[in-house]
């Protein structure tokens, strides 16, 4: 079992064990949910579920350092968005009573672990830097870092252990997303816990999930912190010796030498970064870029204002908000669906993985961006596809895609004279997401919006609308 799994099981499994001799397993997964698992439920009384699924806002509602729910624009963001902020920080602001640290013998593998007596908790933060990767003619330093608090909430006069992982984007030592994520999900049906997803699985490769767990009878709130955290410290310090010094000759990279020296206190610093060669390759693409942004016409700003979506009227003044808001990746084009051989085997409506070598079939104009085959490989994503099918025309916008489903947004025409219309039509968006991330069950949600510039009643009004066609974002493929 991988480094991230035994930190994971050895800690909430041993914890589990006193509430419960008939834990069960969950199958494997690499999605995730936003419902709560309904196998760890073997002890637990209606009462206790209630507790558990309570203790989720009553562990939002407590932390307090967290940003405004406006952003700078005036607009309101998304309580999820809050949401994976105070899980990322439970402790932010707080100074930590001890601090154990255990860095790797080569200094790219950090791995602390901090207790909080006033807050009766501990937190475990890992990060590793993978030094100078060669990449597209030049040097990338990639940085990987992740936070698991555990917490004890009181709810309602009943004490429970809250574990949260915020915004993880590194799970262990030669362990993945969805290996992380499954050992995650175990280990709280392990322990008669509830979980909850507050993201979307592994679609980002940046997990935001908690599990709430009663304290099993006879234990105190400070002997489970106290056994958690000798847990975690010693996962901790045998994870940290897996990593070893850098082999001058077969890792560093080429033209360079890593190496490391005693530092203060003993520890060791690491000296391996190279002097990075001029960047002539991303300059170059940044400038083909430059020059495709300038002549892209065809924006999603354009096709929503062609609607009238959304408009706001302020002091007087009309403004059209910002629209779609979405996940970093999403909408990066959208087109009517392609007459082409390749593209029939994806003519129905879901979710797709689009291989890249489709994506020129599906999108040209898209295709053009310099970025388009580059940004995905820098990001570790791959390109997807949502198809929709209509009877009778319609504009569409993507709200947003998360764990709970695709949201889409069906533009219908106005006034009182439309003829029906029975024509099929297909389209598509282009979307980003990890390799890890489960799409299986992902269900397309649509909601109407009826255009008041789309109307049946004026015929020039139906000759200005291009409800297809291929749109896109500007900013979509970096």
Same mark, same amino acid.
């Given at each position: 079992?991988?480094?991230?799994?035994?930190?994971?099981?050895?800690?909430?499994?041993?914890?589990?064990?006193?509430?419960?001799?008939?834990?069960?397993?969950?199958?494997?997964?690499?999605?995730?949910?936003?419902?709560?698992?309904?196998?760890?439920?073997?002890?637990? /009384?209606?009462? =206790?579920?209630?507790?558990?699924?309570?203790? &989720?806002?009553?562990?939002? *509602? !407590?932390?307090? %350092?967290? #940003?405004?729910?406006?952003?700078?624009?005036?607009?309101?963001?998304?309580?999820? /968005?809050?949401? =994976?902020?105070?899980?990322?920080?439970?402790? &932010?602001?707080?100074?930590? *009573? !001890?601090?154990? %640290?255990? #860095?790797?013998?080569?200094?790219?593998?950090?791995?602390?672990?901090?207790?909080?007596?006033?807050?009766?908790?501990?937190?475990?933060?890992?990060?590793?830097?993978?030094?100078?990767?060669?990449?597209?003619?030049?040097?990338?330093?990639?940085?990987?870092?992740?936070?698991?608090?555990?917490?004890?909430?009181?709810?309602?006069?009943?004490?429970?252990?809250?574990?949260?992982?915020?915004?993880?984007?590194?799970?262990?030592?030669?362990?993945?997303?969805?290996?992380?994520?499954?050992?995650?999900?175990?280990?709280?049906?392990?322990?008669?816990?509830?979980?909850?997803?507050?993201?979307?699985?592994?679609?980002?490769?940046?997990?935001?999930?908690?599990?709430?767990?009663?304290?099993?009878?006879?234990?105190?709130?400070?002997?489970?912190?106290?056994?958690?955290?000798?847990?975690?410290?010693?996962?901790?310090?045998?994870?940290?010796?897996?990593?070893?010094?850098?082999?001058?000759?077969?890792?560093?990279?080429?033209?360079?030498?890593?190496?490391?020296?005693?530092?203060?206190?003993?520890e060791v610093a690491y000296y391996g970064d190279c002097?990075?060669?001029?960047?002539?390759?991303?300059?170059?693409?940044?400038?083909?870029?430059?020059?495709?942004?300038?002549?892209?016409?065809?924006t999603f700003d354009a096709y929503q204002k062609q609607?009238?979506?959304?408009?706001?009227?302020?002091?007087?003044?009309?403004?059209?908000?910002?629209?779609?808001?979405?996940?970093?990746?999403?909408?990066?084009?959208?087109?009517?669906?392609?007459?082409?051989?390749?593209?029939?085997?994806?003519?129905?409506?879901?979710?797709?993985?689009?291989?890249?070598?489709?994506?020129?079939?599906?999108?040209?104009?898209?295709?053009?961006?310099?970025?388009?085959?580059?940004?995905?490989?820098?990001?570790?994503?791959?390109?997807?596809?949502?198809?929709?099918?209509?009877?009778?025309?319609?504009?569409?916008?993507?709200?947003?895609?998360?764990?709970?489903?695709?949201?889409?947004?069906?533009?219908l025409k106005s006034g009182e004279n439309c003829p029906?219309?029975?024509?099929?039509?297909?389209?598509?968006?282009?979307?980003?997401?990890?390799?890890?991330?489960?799409?299986?069950?992902?269900?397309?949600?649509?909601?109407?919006?009826?255009?008041?510039?789309?109307?049946?009643?004026?015929?020039?009004?139906?000759?200005?609308?291009?409800?297809?066609?291929?749109?896109?974002?500007?900013?979509?493929?970096?």
């Amino acid at each position: 079992m991988k480094s991230m799994g035994k930190i994971i099981l050895a800690g909430l499994a041993a914890f589990g064990a006193a509430c419960s001799n008939d834990a069960s397993v969950e199958p494997d997964v690499s999605g995730a949910t936003t419902e709560p698992s309904t196998s760890p439920t073997a002890q637990l /009384t209606e009462e =206790q579920k209630a507790v558990l699924e309570k203790s &989720f806002y009553s562990l939002l *509602d !407590t932390i307090i %350092a967290v #940003p405004d729910n406006v952003d700078d624009m005036g607009v309101e963001v998304d309580p999820k /968005t809050v949401a =994976q902020y105070k899980l990322m920080y439970p402790f &932010f602001g707080i100074i930590p *009573d !001890t601090t154990f %640290a255990y #860095p790797s013998l080569d200094g790219r593998r950090k791995c602390n672990v901090s207790t909080f007596s006033a807050e009766l908790g501990m937190e475990f933060s890992q990060s590793l830097d993978t030094g100078n990767v060669y990449y597209s003619d030049t040097y990338n330093k990639k940085h990987y870092s992740s936070t698991i608090a555990i917490k004890v909430l009181d709810v309602d006069g009943d004490s429970v252990v809250m574990e949260t992982v915020g915004s993880t984007t590194y799970w262990g030592y030669d362990a993945s997303c969805s290996e992380f994520l499954t050992r995650f999900k175990q280990s709280c049906t392990a322990s008669n816990g509830i979980f909850k997803d507050f993201g979307d699985g592994c679609r980002n490769l940046n997990l935001s999930l908690a599990c709430s767990m009663i304290i099993p009878e006879g234990k105190t709130p400070g002997e489970v912190i106290d056994s958690l955290t000798g847990e975690y410290k010693n996962a901790c310090r045998e994870d940290s010796l897996k990593y070893a010094a850098v082999d001058d000759d077969k890792n560093a990279p080429k033209g360079c030498s890593g190496g490391g020296s005693g530092g203060e206190n003993g520890e060791v610093a690491y000296y391996g970064d190279c002097p990075l060669p001029e960047d002539n390759f991303n300059a170059e693409l940044d400038s083909l870029n430059r020059i495709w942004r300038t002549n892209l016409s065809r924006t999603f700003d354009a096709y929503q204002k062609q609607f009238a979506v959304y408009k706001d009227v302020v002091d007087g003044m009309v403004y059209l908000r910002h629209y779609p808001e979405l996940v970093f990746g999403d909408g990066s084009a959208y087109n009517t669906f392609p007459d082409a051989a390749e593209a029939r085997p994806y003519k129905n409506e879901g979710i797709y993985r689009l291989p890249d070598s489709l994506v020129s079939v599906f999108f040209p104009e898209a295709a053009r961006c310099p970025y388009v085959f580059d940004a995905p490989q820098r990001h570790s994503q791959i390109y997807y596809i949502i198809v929709l099918k209509d009877v009778g025309a319609k504009g569409h916008i993507l709200n947003k895609v998360d764990a709970s489903g695709i949201y889409v947004r069906d533009i219908l025409k106005s006034g009182e004279n439309c003829p029906e219309d029975t024509t099929e039509h297909y389209s598509v968006y282009l979307i980003r997401g990890a390799a890890e991330w489960d799409v299986s069950d992902k269900q397309i949600i649509r909601e109407t919006y009826v255009s008041t510039l789309w109307n049946c009643n004026d015929p020039e009004s139906l000759e200005r609308i291009e409800p297809y066609g291929e749109w896109t974002s500007r900013d979509g493929f970096i």
